[in-house]
């Protein structure tokens, strides 16, 4: 299928964190010491130079854990977490080693609340690329107020004359050029601010670079085209916008198994696969949609078009498919709450507008055509 819009803006995905087969990443979970007659964990008290040494493991127990000013050479070591691709656990020495069974009871022990934080924050990484997908609209902007792409010129701070201008007519004098150059020059920028708001509101070509820049330079979790056009002289964007396919989204989601100390990784339904995909499509035209309203203030109505590549079951082809389209007035889009927009079902948003969509209670989309004005 051909653009059917001359302007072209592909929105590129920004640094995101992969998680590879053999592990996620390491940190070191503090130190344990080991001494020739056993597992020892050592306790400083600072600004004394004393330690208590209490024995862990091996060997027979004393009746009790004797004070001292600790000089016996003690072996460190450095404990390493690794995180394989099935949300197993792993301990290793520095060298990378396997540790022991009992040293990984004991760094379990002493560490698990560490051990614990660390499994929590690899598994928001592991679920925050999914999270992204889900979350694009809530960074929109409101339609007025928030976006400034022209910024008004300040008045500029007219220094006052003080005693010394009182009594030397050459000081004060200087005082009154230096306000009167202040004041000229900000009048020439509220000049030029002036014509750039006029073609902001006018200039059709200047609103689609205006407007290009702003999606361009969005933060986004896939790469997708849109092509637009200005229309109706500015009041008018007419936007198509190349969806990312179902394909592309994550099939698994991460947990926190703290009885285990691990990730428990869970393959996720087809059905909340087409079901996550839905929302993912609809946030991605909610966040367009915004930004244009937010970036040129003469257009008073978003006709966007999403679609995507999938196969013709009658010819084993891939073609593209139209999943929405929808027409959104500037006035309709000011009754949206922008300060609460977690709360939003941003699919069933749709409904207060113009739309074509043909959607299961499954999550199952079919093709529509979409509008052409």
Same mark, same amino acid.
């Given at each position: 299928?051909?653009?059917?819009?001359?302007?072209?803006?592909?929105?590129?995905?920004?640094?995101?964190?992969?998680?590879?087969?053999?592990?996620?990443?390491?940190?070191?979970?503090?130190?344990?010491?080991?001494?020739?007659?056993?597992?020892?964990?050592?306790?400083?008290?600072?600004?004394?130079?004393?330690?208590?040494?209490?024995?862990?493991?091996?060997?027979?127990?004393?009746?009790?854990? !004797?004070?001292?000013?600790?000089?016996?050479? $003690?072996?460190?070591? *450095?404990?390493? #977490? +690794?995180? /394989? %691709?099935?949300?197993?656990?792993?301990?290793?020495?520095?060298?990378?080693?396997?540790?022991?069974?009992?040293?990984?009871?004991?760094?379990?022990?002493?560490?698990?609340?560490?051990?614990?934080?660390?499994?929590?924050?690899?598994?928001?990484?592991?679920?925050?690329?999914?999270?992204?997908?889900?979350?694009?609209?809530?960074?929109?902007?409101?339609?007025?107020?928030?976006?400034?792409?022209?910024?008004?010129?300040?008045?500029?701070?007219?220094?006052?004359?003080?005693?010394?201008?009182?009594?030397?007519?050459?000081? !004060?004098?200087?005082?009154?050029?230096?306000? $009167?150059?202040?004041? *000229?020059?900000? #009048? +020439?920028? /509220? %000049?030029?601010?002036?014509?750039?708001?006029?073609?902001?509101?006018?200039?059709?070509?200047?609103?689609?670079?205006?407007?290009?820049?702003?999606?361009?330079?969005?933060?986004?979790?896939?790469?997708?085209?849109?092509?637009?056009?200005?229309?109706?002289?500015?009041?008018?964007?007419?936007?198509?916008?190349?969806?990312?396919?179902?394909?592309?989204?994550?099939?698994?989601?991460?947990?926190?198994?703290?009885?285990?100390?691990?990730?428990?990784?869970?393959?996720?339904?087809?059905?909340?696969?087409?079901?996550?995909?839905?929302?993912?499509?609809?946030?991605?035209?909610?966040?367009?949609?915004?930004?244009?309203?937010?970036? /040129?203030?003469?257009?008073?109505?978003?006709?966007?078009?999403?679609?995507?590549?999938?196969?013709?079951?009658?010819?084993?082809?891939?073609?593209?498919?139209?999943?929405?389209?929808?027409?959104?007035?500037?006035?309709?889009?000011?009754?949206?709450?922008?300060?609460?927009?977690?709360?939003?079902?941003?699919?069933?948003?749709?409904?207060?507008?113009?739309?074509?969509?043909?959607?299961?209670?499954?999550?199952?989309?079919?093709?529509?055509?979409?509008?052409?004005?």
């Amino acid at each position: 299928m051909g653009f059917r819009f001359r302007k072209s803006i592909k929105i590129a995905p920004g640094v995101r964190v992969n998680v590879g087969k053999r592990g996620v990443s390491s940190i070191s979970v503090g130190k344990t010491n080991i001494g020739k007659r056993g597992v020892y964990q050592n306790i400083n008290i600072p600004g004394t130079g004393v330690s208590y040494r209490a024995k862990i493991g091996g060997g027979t127990p004393r009746r009790k854990t !004797r004070a001292s000013r600790s000089k016996t050479k $003690k072996e460190v070591l *450095q404990v390493t #977490l +690794k995180l /394989l %691709e099935d949300g197993t656990l792993i301990f290793e020495d520095s060298k990378g080693h396997p540790l022991p069974e009992a040293l990984v009871r004991e760094a379990k022990r002493q560490q698990r609340s560490s051990i614990e934080a660390w499994l929590e924050e690899q598994c928001h990484k592991y679920n925050a690329n999914h999270q992204e997908l889900l979350n694009i609209h809530l960074a929109t902007p409101p339609p007025e107020g928030k976006v400034i792409v022209n910024p008004k010129p300040r008045p500029p701070r007219l220094q006052k004359p003080g005693i010394m201008a009182k009594i030397f007519k050459g000081y !004060r004098k200087r005082i009154e050029e230096k306000n $009167k150059a202040a004041q *000229q020059e900000y #009048l +020439k920028a /509220l %000049e030029r601010w002036k014509r750039a708001e006029e073609s902001l509101r006018t200039d059709v070509e200047v609103m689609e670079q205006v407007l290009g820049k702003a999606l361009s330079s969005l933060q986004w979790p896939r790469e997708t085209i849109v092509n637009f056009e200005i229309v109706d002289d500015g009041r008018k964007v007419l936007v198509d916008v190349d969806l990312p396919e179902i394909e592309d989204m994550p099939t698994k989601e991460a947990k926190v198994n703290r009885r285990n100390l691990r990730l428990t990784i869970r393959e996720r339904s087809q059905k909340q696969i087409r079901l996550d995909y839905l929302w993912h499509i609809h946030a991605v035209g909610f966040r367009i949609i915004g930004e244009i309203f937010a970036h /040129l203030p003469s257009v008073e109505m978003v006709v966007l078009s999403a679609y995507s590549q999938r196969v013709d079951k009658r010819t084993g082809t891939v073609k593209d498919d139209y999943l929405y389209s929808v027409r959104v007035l500037r006035d309709e889009w000011r009754e949206i709450n922008f300060s609460n927009l977690k709360a939003l079902d941003v699919v069933a948003s749709f409904d207060r507008f113009e739309v074509r969509r043909k959607i299961t209670k499954t999550g199952v989309i079919s093709a529509i055509e979409p509008f052409e004005q």
